[in-house]
């Protein structure tokens, strides 16, 4: 069965771009927190099965675009807990 897709609406559109932008601040404290940075993140990244150069993670982070298991992984190697 195909999957018919709907184009997004100018708010699910700004939506995606707010709460993108939020996901962005929040690796980046975290990192901050972390004390680390591209270069440790993508690291980590790839020893825990995600490999990733420098640039790649760089690319993807500013991007804003990932799926919601890849954001908490990487809170999660980061050892964030959200509210801190």
Known sequence: MT?????????VKELDCHFGEE?????????????????????LLTAAGRPITT???RNKVSGGKYSAAWFMHVLALLNYKMGQ
Do not use: E, P, S
Request: charged residues 25%.
């Open 23 to 43: 996901a962005k601040k929040m690796i980046r404290v975290a990192m901050i927190k972390a004390d680390t940075d591209y270069q440790g993140l993508a690291a």
């Open 55 to 57: 640039q790649g993670l």
């Open 3 to 11: 999957q018919v897709r709907h184009a997004k609406t100018d708010t």
